[in-house]
């Protein structure tokens, strides 16, 4: 079975070229220019006037976790299915020991929560929340499984939280195995006296959320990890950036050579404190999530680090929780795994509002529309922080991240030439609300196709939950 | 007439792929997986078990440049063949507007010269040598001849030196056209006190020259014109690079997000004060050149440089001059323009030394085998600081430096399975020594292309004078 | 002649005690407890609940100085006379080489200016305006006359300016003397061609003298002094910083241990662009002064470079120029060489408008207000800022600066029971301005004593024009 | 009783006086020129060609300290009379709370260990080591009892460290009271892991304690501490700083004016890695202490932080313990708590060799000796370091550290006409070595008072036990 795409505007992490693409079965065999190629297939797609888009690969999901007493609310059918609306077409999503668990029995059942409800291919980074000598030697032996990246956390102390001795074992592990380091990069001790303290004093609108992180508890721990990283000699990838402060400690590290690297995610860049977080009533508990929503004047500094190098990944952190329910709200009729009251767990006090939002639909669209559009970097340089730098930093190029001869056929077909505006009516997720209500994209997404299958076509779903394959991933092949 | 190349492994500076390539004409029109394509060509080249790579583009070359009461002793034709030899199928060079003349004088005389005579395409930047409100004027219109960059000299007081006013004024001139200003940046005022007092002392070895040109002399007028680029809002391109003070100002700058950027050379990646500019007797002079090759610890921080990107272009600044000559040299047997003595001009004073090495022949060569082979960074981004990066900076992409569906087909043909070892003997350039002497390149240019014709194979130059282009520059798209 | 102060807090950079302060002749011989010495002096001075402070110490003065074709206002009588009543009791003008001249007829030429004619002591900068092979001998040999400090202008391009390699020379000869180094540190290149640009678009207001001066034509000049500085190894003092970017500058060179210091003037610390220079009409005249008065932020970083000690030293750089006058300006009723216009000179084009404040009556006093009242520092940092560190800096501790056991009796009794409010009605100087018109001084100069003699004593001056002596001032005995 | 100190070079952080010295009782009461005073005293000191400097205030010893099974050699009696000894007049130790105690109960028992038992005027800092809500309170109330300073440890798990919760809680009470935080900066945690691993691999001789301790486990704490502080709003002093990289953390702080503080000990100034701690055998174990002495070019960082001021003050942090005991060592005719083995309890395992090192005797000397007489500063920044700083800093000044109409008689007759050389056979600690051994200092102490009464005379103890006195301190008065 073949496939040609034919006269659209082929872009990857550097070209952007007029060009037909062949596919055979689920790869990519050839890109030539129209009419000097000869090329008949089984079907033809017509790009003229389109963009031809690498997939996107979004390498930090969240479906099914357990938190604060809850669930997120989409789960593997429905996170991916949402993904594959919004032009990704690879996830990461995250496994998890939890204390007392062998690496083994979380990677089990996380796969096992994956297997078979998947639109769209994944792969699983580890949640290391027990480190011992035991599970240490864990890490190493399960990187034949294909899972290379193991996050720890400084924050949520008495959950996932890592002491610096945990953390600097596993950094060693790592260094030796030639594996990344994934870190929740945050002073969680000493927020949560700051967090405790401001519910005494009677601070528990979902506004204090952001006020008890402040961004040096963010800077502090980057800085402390990149020490850490530095000394055991291992990759540092940290997650969810979002305090010009702790990107400056990315920065500098960068700069002395050090193989450190950064995400941020598009809540971050386009939500607010003053606009979202401080939103009178129990509004901003959507907002809520950790690294938090910061002010304003964070954003434009995020935008540049993007632009020039220094953070070089865009992922979500998707891990949505229905906003409007309560204790009174009858059954939803709505796939996934939700049960009873979620964000209004928060009502009263801040600290139970679990913390997350969705994006990993939104993510591409509103990534183009305010990065390209807007005029803050190139096409080739979305390409890159959406796809190609997520791949290669997780091991999964060239297979995924880009359109090359050999490359999976995870494409997407993209017009510039119609737009749509984001509101909850039209979002597919399994969640009441979208963090871009009203933002209009200059762009709408044509077609899907993963392995070489049309997965979303016009607007429609047309995949399958047992398409998406799961991914073993190789080393990181990211450069500094 | 169609020519494939086969089987062999194609870089760019995001991809490796396993494809054969189509060129049809002077294009590169396809490039597919083998077997894949069912294209027959005219004429077929076997890459098996080679690298298919991106011509090499050098964007720092001076060819029959007078300097200091001679010429450099390569002409168009003689270096553009030494070029063409080491891969590289793009050069720019540089037209001089000297003081009283006009800018357009300078470029026709330019043009003149190299007309006819190129055997590779070839395009020019223009050194401003007498900035006033005429000049400025010509500055923008030059544009429509494809001269989009223009390079002033903070060094070389009463020769080609411009003041801070004249700078400043040539900048904002360059930023309403959205031109690129290329400087030499050293502070040549205070090196020419400290050159009168070496000398003046008596020190008057070649090893002077360096001692002379401190690194802050450097990094100073690095700090400057940035200052200066940043207040007139052009973007900024700093030539040969050698001090890690100066990289380190460019960083900083580069951390801010302005847009300045910076070359380095491989002289100052492989040679050294302590190993070359301070050997026994004159030998020192052959790496006389500004600014200077420096102390040996400067070679890893540039190194690093290159790999995290804060150098982003490697060129040569070929400008070579005859080291074993004097008066009693009879007749040489080489082409070229060269008369009488060149750089035994500075024996007993090292003032008169000619400044300059060669370099263009070698540097697609020492750069893989320093970059790649000792692992500093990968093909891909060999690919993108010997091609790519200088193809976009200056105008010339994606015409120049990838390998693309439209592009120039100018490729070169990389066996990695053999060797060879740099020698005098071998070299092809119009010059008596190579700065190289004795290095061994575990790979050999198998064949070189320049818009699909063949002009190097298997050591021997099947090109013409007459083949090079005039390459019209369209303004830099080189991101931050 | 013995005078004794009685029951007074006597303060130094260091010590703030209760104690009587016994003075015999010109020097100050004892400090001891009240009650505790048994000492009877010819006079006395009852100092009960006030404090008895060193006289300040005024490193940077003009009286008399030729600017923009008028001279500043006040000359040595008027000007010292101010000073005695603002609590200086040391100031330090600026003998001026010109081009042509010899370093020596400069300063024969202040001296006899100032011969005769100062109500309390004074020495010479000297200001090198004719950098060569003889000033730089002349440079040596003035120290044994007590000038031991040259200053050297960045800015004022063919009138004061010295180029890079002249001020690197003159650097040298420093080094190798001791002597110090000042500069004006601003890019007067790069100034020049902005200031033409805004008068040729018409925009002559007084605001456009800063707006055509930005920070960074100040920082980078700090930048590049410093550079050359450490090259030639000579101590440098940047005079008059206004910028906080300059400032970071120097933050940086001393961190690194290099000798390098900075004064700001109390115009710096008060006055800012929006609420001064930008005033409505021609207003804005009074505070043009170079370095410029820049945006308000700038405000709170110098204090703050005050207070931890990045800068040194609080000046004046008093040069005042009549604003209220104008060619129908009958003669006025006042001493000093004013003739015609002077800041009027500037109506209708910025670049016309003398440069200079008023400032060594309120020095002391603004700064008391602002530092100590307002609680930026401590009355011994205040101390420090306005006495000691400028006699430490220039060579005249301990004779000046302290009131230690053999330091000359400069001695101010100053009462911070009382209070005034600054106004044009009330002030000394021969100009018809104060910078600080309005403010209120929560403290008052009850007597001022120079070598042991009163010469300021409840508010009317009993000195005399022919008391103050020429000081011949060592080497800086300055720290890091 | 009064005593006349006569004809020395009196001198203090500010100034150096030609003076006679009149103490009345237990103060000074009179500083005048010899001559000019006419004063009459009970007793004479002849001070001709001598220094009458300020007597040093060390405000780091530990004296009776249990340490890892052993306690230090050193009680209050042989401790404070070894102090006497080497010219410091003022001591502040470390009051202990272990974990279970009250703060008071802390307090009481180090109160009654040193009362009656020193030959100098002593204070208390207090150790918490169990924060808690109710040793919060403590903290505030014991300021009344003159304690106003708090030490935490980021280093030693799980007997004195706070983990950051509870250290930002404790930095919390301190901005309330307007007290001081002292920090043991070190990552304890991560520094376990390599102790651990290094002994596991058989690496135990004493190097390995400083190879342990790689300079960012203490440039990480540093700058953790410092965001903890500045989140807190508490003033933060870093105790006994080794690392370059931890000052400059400190440095970065204080240039954003944040009121941070460091001291560092001679044996970091005059000690190695290279010759000390590597020294063969067990020789090494001599110079085991944390932070640890480290390699030999932090020492010039070290000394150009003093000169500078980014540190601000020289403790010792007195720790002594014998070298060269074992089990067979008859009882020793030694005074002081020494039971048994002590540095040889690591004999094997570096990980039990007792941390410390005495110099509570040697500070002074060897601080004149490499500061003042080798050129790195004058002798006001010595006083500054030694005696004015320290009591500044903790709240004892102008009581102690300098000398003053009002202060404490503690001074020093300092004698630079005379030398000797320092030798285990010459020191009157209870220790059996001294880190400077050999050391030449070219000045003698030939009379020290302490509180207008001798102590010390020419090299004889002629002062008491009981003669110290406990010193109820106020609030720090340093400033940034």
Chains 1, 2, 3, 4 share one sequence.
């Not at 077909?413 to 749509?420: A, L, N, R």
């Not at 994209?441 to 076509?457: F, P, Q, Y």
């Amino acid at each position: 079975m073949t496939t040609l795409i034919k006269n659209g505007t082929v872009v990857t992490a550097t070209e952007k070229m007029h060009a037909d693409v062949l596919i055979d079965g689920e790869k990519v065999v050839g890109v030539a220019a129209p009419g000097a190629h000869g090329w008949v297939a089984d079907s033809e797609i017509d790009a003229a006037g389109k963009y031809v888009l690498p997939g996107g690969v979004d390498v930090h999901t969240h479906f099914q976790l357990p938190f604060g007493g809850t669930y997120v609310s989409d789960d593997f059918e429905s996170g991916t299915r949402a993904a594959a609306f919004g032009g990704t077409t690879t996830v990461v999503d995250f496994a998890v020991q939890v204390k007392g668990q062998t690496v083994r029995e979380g990677y089990d059942a996380w796969m096992a929560l994956a297997d078979g409800n998947c639109a769209i291919d994944y792969g699983f980074h580890m949640i290391v929340g027990d480190i011992n000598d035991s599970s240490l030697k864990e890490m190493e032996a399960i990187v034949d499984d294909g899972v290379t990246s193991f996050k720890l956390f400084m924050a949520y102390p008495g959950v996932l939280y890592s002491d610096d001795g945990e953390i600097f074992r596993a950094m060693q592990q790592a260094a030796q195995d030639g594996t990344t380091i994934m870190m929740h990069a945050e002073n969680g001790i000493a927020i949560d006296v700051l967090r405790e303290q401001a519910v005494s004093r009677g601070e528990t609108d979902p506004r204090y959320h952001t006020i008890t992180r402040p961004p040096t508890t963010e800077s502090e721990a980057v800085h402390r990890s990149i020490v850490l990283a530095e000394l055991a000699g291992c990759p540092l990838y940290v997650v969810h950036m979002s305090a010009k402060e702790a990107v400056a400690e990315l920065t500098v590290a960068r700069d002395r050579g050090l193989p450190v690297y950064g995400e941020t995610c598009p809540h971050y860049l386009h939500l607010s404190l003053e606009d979202h977080v401080a939103a009178p009533g129990f509004e901003g508990a959507k907002y809520v999530c950790s690294t938090p929503i910061r002010e304003k004047d964070n954003q434009e500094y995020l935008w540049n680090a993007l632009a020039r190098g220094d953070l070089q990944v865009v992922s979500t952190d998707h891990a949505c929780f229905f906003f409007d329910d309560d204790e009174d709200t009858p059954d939803r009729d709505l796939p996934g795994p939700v049960m009873g009251r979620q964000k209004r767990l928060g009502e009263g006090d801040f600290t139970f509002i679990p913390n997350g939002l969705p994006g990993v639909e939104e993510r591409f669209n509103v990534m183009y529309q305010s990065g390209v559009v807007e005029g803050r970097f190139s096409i080739n340089r979305f390409v890159e922080l959406v796809a190609t730098n997520p791949a290669k930093m997780f091991g999964m190029y060239p297979q995924k991240g880009t359109i090359a001869i050999g490359s999976d056929a995870d494409i997407v077909i993209y017009d510039p030439g119609t737009s749509f505006v984001y509101s909850t009516d039209t979002i597919h997720g399994n969640i009441d609300y979208t963090a871009y209500e009203g933002m209009t994209i200059e762009a709408t997404i044509d077609k899907v196709l993963s392995r070489g299958k049309v997965i979303v076509d016009a607007g429609t779903y047309v995949g399958s939950k047992t398409h998406g394959r799961y991914l073993k991933r190789g080393l990181s092949e990211m450069p500094v």
